[in-house]
């Protein structure tokens, strides 16, 4: 007889926690949640409270709540393979194995050798593999499947990864697995992996229980750990450490991790990431790549107080027609050319003031600084590749930095019309403590031209009349500045917004560059002013 409240508790895991159909091994049927539940239900009947009380007693956490602890005993009791591979042109489908089709050929021998495997030497009585377990003509249920794709295997009690172009570890990293994009997920998700090769003859020694690394004292990287790093650029420590959301990773970084993986379904690059970064959306197949990769970020930015790191990439920004922000990127492959030199860590990472997405665009706390082009012999030959030599105006900057252009067009800002434009510098990783600024050894800033060289850098707006109206600063409330020059002495900088929308200079790589020493820490009552730097909330 199993106890009410494991029966209710094992409902509640198959339904939310796995795959809404599996196969049942060896026999190869497909099953639903309830005939799965049914399935389940006899391994539970050791679940007493004897047995409950036993594991209470042997448990090394001090205090463990029931339910958790009947939980964890269900969890022990319910293992399923899930099978991660590259699809091939004749997979079996959920319509197929309904009518009865499509039986032979590779797609159907990689199915049976996958259960095979999963039955005989990791004795699991269910199986998954999504070719057959969605069905696709369910839009409800492919939306449900791909949201909680990360979960399932992460619940898995193994993964079989299939690399249908390896023979050893020689040739593994130019597998095609390493190239998609869902694939992703796939490698981090399990807790325990094992690699097969085209053969389906493991690429590590049978005793190997587990092909993913994990944490050991003392504990080195074995081959094919190396060998997934030269394949994927996720290092040994990453692998190991590595959990959902942004504990203890940077958003840049996975990113790149995702940048040069394809799918066949554009908007599945963005949809791909939902379960790595633990946010999630509905799916829209046909609103294209960009619009879903921008809802991707949109979520990130939602959830997370750790999103400096966002603002860590180059080159394209979001289309116009989908967000009137230009500071938000349009695809994971804007993030290959992030600063990997600014060590953001813990609350380095969260900005001191909210970072809001509105429809004036995204609002970022900035640090603004002015910034000019020293003499340089080399300066017309940099320019002709696209490339500029600039520093902050003052000692704030150590020495000057190259700041390559994304647009060939941007080339004429330094040209003869060079002195109708102010440049400033935008520095966003400062980290504000009360009534002082903190600036890191390595500034990243966004570069902004404005017109009239000559209007002070507190106002940061053109001199009227002007074709520039979003440059004017925006009073509390949204409400436009209207104030006499001889009021603007009287600043609350917490409330001074500005729409430097249209001012930002698109570059091909992130600005970043070593601050003084004597400017690593700012007093707002004394040392802004006195070198001339503004703090303010912009919109981009």
């Known amino acids: 007889m199993v106890l009410p409240e494991v029966t209710d508790a094992l409902r509640e895991y198959i339904f939310d926690q796995m795959p809404i159909r599996l196969l049942k091994l060896p026999e190869m049927e497909l099953v639903e949640r309830r005939a799965v539940f049914q399935l389940l239900i006899p391994k539970m009947e050791d679940i007493t409270e004897e047995y409950l009380a036993q594991k209470r007693e042997t448990n090394t956490i001090y205090f463990v709540q029931r339910d958790t602890l009947v939980r964890?005993?269900?969890?022990?009791?319910?293992?399923?393979?899930?099978?991660?591979?590259?699809?091939?042109?004749?997979?079996?489908?959920?319509?197929?194995?309904?009518?009865?089709?499509?039986l032979s050929g590779p797609g159907y021998e990689k199915l049976q050798r996958f259960c095979q495997v999963a039955a005989a030497e990791y004795e699991v009585s269910l199986g998954w593999m999504d070719t057959i377990c969605i069905n696709k003509d369910s839009t409800s249920e492919l939306d449900e499947s791909i949201r909680s794709m990360y979960r399932w295997y992460e619940n898995s009690f193994i993964c079989l990864t299939?690399?249908?172009n390896t023979t050893s570890l020689d040739d593994m990293p130019d597998d095609r697995w390493f190239t998609r994009g869902w694939t992703l997920q796939e490698l981090l998700s399990p807790q325990r992996i094992k690699f097969y090769g085209k053969t389906w003859t493991p690429l590590?020694?049978?005793?190997?229980?587990?092909?993913?690394?994990?944490y050991s004292v003392g504990a080195t990287p074995a081959p094919i750990h190396r060998v997934i790093e030269k394949a994927t650029g996720i290092t040994y420590s990453e692998m190991v450490f590595f959990k959902p959301g942004l504990q203890?990773?940077?958003?840049?970084?996975?990113?790149?991790?995702?940048?040069?993986?394809?799918?066949?379904?554009?908007?599945?690059?963005?949809?791909?990431?939902?379960?790595?970064?633990?946010?999630?959306?509905?799916?829209?197949?046909?609103?294209?790549?960009?619009r879903a990769f921008f809802r991707l970020v949109e979520q990130i930015l939602n959830s997370y107080r750790n999103i400096l790191d966002i603002l860590n990439w180059a080159r394209m920004p979001?289309?116009?027609?989908?967000?009137?922000?230009?500071?938000?990127?349009?695809?994971?492959?804007?993030?290959?050319?992030?600063?990997?030199?600014l060590s953001l860590q813990g609350i380095e990472q969260t900005p001191?003031?909210?970072?809001?997405?509105?429809?004036?665009?995204?609002?970022?706390?900035?640090?603004?600084?002015d910034a000019d082009t020293p003499p340089s012999e080399d300066s017309k030959v940099l320019l002709k590749d696209g490339h500029v030599r600039m520093q902050c105006v003052g000692s704030l900057q150590k020495e000057p930095t190259i700041v390559h252009l994304q647009n060939i067009h941007d080339r004429d800002l330094f040209g003869p019309f060079r002195f109708?434009?102010?440049?400033?510098?935008?520095?966003w990783n400062i980290h504000e403590s009360g009534r002082s600024i903190r600036i890191p050894d390595i500034c990243s800033a966004f570069l902004f031209r404005v017109p009239h060289i000559n209007a002070p850098i507190r106002q940061l707006?053109?001199?009227?009349?002007?074709?520039?109206?979003?440059?004017?600063?925006?009073?509390?409330?949204?409400?436009?500045?209207?104030?006499?020059e001889g009021e603007d002495e009287i600043e609350e900088e917490e409330e001074e917004e500005t729409n430097l929308e249209s001012c930002k200079v698109d570059t091909a790589k992130v600005i970043s560059f070593p601050s003084s020493q004597e400017f690593r820490y700012l007093s707002r009552e004394k040392d802004l002013a006195t070198h001339g730097v503004k703090l303010r909330s912009v919109y981009l």
């Open 318 to 341: 979001v289309s116009s027609q989908i967000h009137s922000s230009n500071m938000l990127p349009s695809r994971p492959e804007c993030y290959l050319e992030r600063a990997t030199n």
């Open 204 to 214: 590590t020694a049978k005793e190997i229980d587990n092909d993913k690394p994990s």
């Open 162 to 164: 299939y690399l249908a």
């Open 352 to 369: 001191s003031k909210p970072m809001i997405l509105t429809h004036l665009g995204l609002r970022v706390r900035l640090l603004i600084v």
């Open 72 to 102: 964890d005993c269900i969890k022990e009791r319910i293992r399923y393979a899930i099978l991660s591979h590259t699809w091939l042109e004749d997979e079996v489908t959920f319509e197929d194995w309904k009518l009865g089709r499509n």
């Open 248 to 290: 203890g990773g940077e958003i840049s970084r996975r990113m790149v991790w995702a940048a040069k993986r394809t799918t066949t379904r554009g908007e599945d690059r963005a949809y791909s990431l939902m379960g790595i970064f633990s946010v999630t959306f509905t799916i829209a197949y046909g609103e294209g790549v960009e």
């Open 461 to 484: 707006r053109p001199l009227a009349p002007s074709p520039f109206p979003q440059f004017r600063p925006l009073a509390s409330g949204g409400q436009e500045d209207t104030a006499c």
């Open 420 to 427: 109708t434009f102010k440049f400033v510098f935008g520095i």
